[in-house]
């Protein structure tokens, strides 16, 4: 049970990840999936893909070491194409290759010009990169048994003009170029760490048939990673491609569900509910299913749907849908008995997991983050809106038209500047908090991120508001 930690967007301080890693050890998990991005700490030529925030080589051993000091495994996922779209899942290490792409200095590897999502694999300096990426990022981990080499939602292969050049060849099809390049990587990988397994996501292979696969030489040095994150996933279905699978050569599939990140790409609030039928549905997969051909399942927990999307809900957020889920996967099912040891393992005294309200605070780490959230995403821009939209006294003697003209009758005033000072004050005084319970657990470039998004819109609106009552 692996839990996929994404650090594209909103990574939280290594601290932080350490201080969660007991909690995750006691809901259930076995194991982590790290999706580095730009927060990895590379060298030499590759020292320009890291952000400002990225964690520093001193961080991660300490992360790391934490982590298997709690019997947690660590997997890295390096994305050997490219993704666009929800790119990494599992225990591993995840790296879609948007990061990398944008950058001018790699532009001529694009497998289209003007898109940084794939690479070209017809450059051998494109394996070169992936190499020199899994390199740097196996030196700083240990005793690693599995590394996912992505390769998911590769949209845009086959389009770039060598890739449409090689295709026009006898015999050559998309599907042979997926493979030969994901056999490449892995081959790669096998060589240098043949104690390393690689792991893929199956999208790519799912509607290549039988004989395509078998052929390919893939299946006997890789294990694909069937990912599904629906609430009512067809289960059927998923028996019939593991059969499918294993009669091409696969030894091992893992299964890839999610906890938070994939409901909505500007989500701010997770909704436990929908994650945890994802689960059970995995489960119902897992039943029907051989068993010696399960090798695990990562909960994923996207934080954007690709490098250049928004954030969607923040770690501290979804905790205890993360809860729910490990504890049903665990369990092998949710019940009352397991809702009251999810409880108190947060300490949250009334877990709802069909509606977006949390009704206590909690005790986990960040547990102080979702209670302001909440707060914020339900009642700021309503309360805002019931003011400035639905309050007669400002819709008909203090619209647009007066506010550019600073007109207004001052009787009217005493009718609704109290309520707009004292709104103003109140979420203020919210916002304060949140900030400060953030910078326990993010860098400021996220706090700003997730402020613009969710708050400036409607705090903007009320301070103009305030603003040029003053000026009136």
């Known amino acids: ?271 436990t509910g929908h994650h945890l039928r994802n689960q059970l549905q995995w489960l119902q997969v897992a039943s029907r299913s051989p068993g010696h051909v399960l090798e695990g399942i990562a909960l994923t927990g996207w934080q954007r749907y690709d490098h250049f999307s928004v954030l969607c809900e923040l770690l501290p957020v979804a905790i205890p849908s993360l809860a729910v889920c490990l504890q049903a996967l665990k369990n092998g099912g949710y019940s ?9 393992l947060l300490g949250m005294s009334n877990l709802e997991i069909d509606t977006f309200m949390s009704t206590s605070l909690g005790t986990y780490p960040g547990s102080n983050i979702l209670s302001l959230v909440t707060e914020v995403s339900f009642y700021l821009k309503s309360s805002v809106d019931e003011l400035l939209e639905r309050n007669r006294y400002v819709t008909g003697w203090f619209s647009p038209y007066h506010r550019k003209r600073k007109i207004i009758h001052p009787i009217i005033i005493h009718h609704f500047q109290p309520d707009a000072v004292s709104l103003l004050s109140k979420w203020n005084a919210v916002l304060q908090d949140l900030q400060a319970a953030m910078e326990q657990v993010f860098h400021r470039c996220a706090i700003e991120e997730w402020m613009e998004e969710n708050v400036h819109p409607s705090l903007q609106k009320l301070q103009q508001v305030v603003d040029d009552l003053d000026e009136a």
């Open 336 to 344: 009352e008995k397991v809702k009251e040891n999810v409880e108190n």
């Open 1 to 271: 049970r692996l839990v996929h930690l994404d650090l594209k967007g909103a990574a939280p301080r290594a601290q932080y990840l350490e201080q969660v890693l007991p909690l995750l050890r006691a809901l259930g998990a076995t194991g982590l999936l790290l999706e580095y991005e730009d927060t990895f700490p590379y060298t030499g030529p590759l020292e320009l893909l890291q952000a400002p925030h990225a964690y520093s080589p001193a961080e991660l051993r300490a992360l790391l070491s934490r982590a298997r000091a709690h019997g947690l495994d660590v997997v890295p996922l390096d994305t050997a194409l490219g993704a666009l779209g929800t790119g990494g899942h599992c225990c591993p290490l995840v790296f879609p290759l948007q990061f990398v792409l944008k950058h001018r200095e790699f532009a001529h590897l694009r497998e289209v010009k003007e898109l940084p999502n794939a690479l070209n694999p017809h450059k051998e300096e494109s394996l070169a990169l992936v190499k020199a990426m899994i390199d740097q990022v196996m030196a700083l981990h240990e005793d690693l048994q599995w590394f996912h080499i992505g390769c998911d939602e590769v949209y845009y292969l086959g389009e770039g003009e060598e890739s449409k050049q090689w295709l026009q060849q006898q015999d050559n099809t998309l599907e042979k170029l997926c493979l030969s390049h994901i056999k490449a990587v892995a081959t790669c990988l096998a060589s240098s760490y043949p104690m390393v397994t690689p792991i893929v996501w199956d999208d790519m292979l799912r509607g290549m048939s039988e004989e395509t696969l078998a052929e390919s030489g893939v299946p006997q040095l890789v294990q694909p990673m069937i990912w599904d994150y629906a609430a009512d996933i067809n289960v059927e279905g998923k028996v019939q491609l593991i059969e499918k699978y294993r009669r091409c050569g696969f030894s091992k599939v893992w299964f890839a569900s999610a906890f938070k990140g994939a409901t909505g790409a500007n989500q701010s609030l997770t909704l």
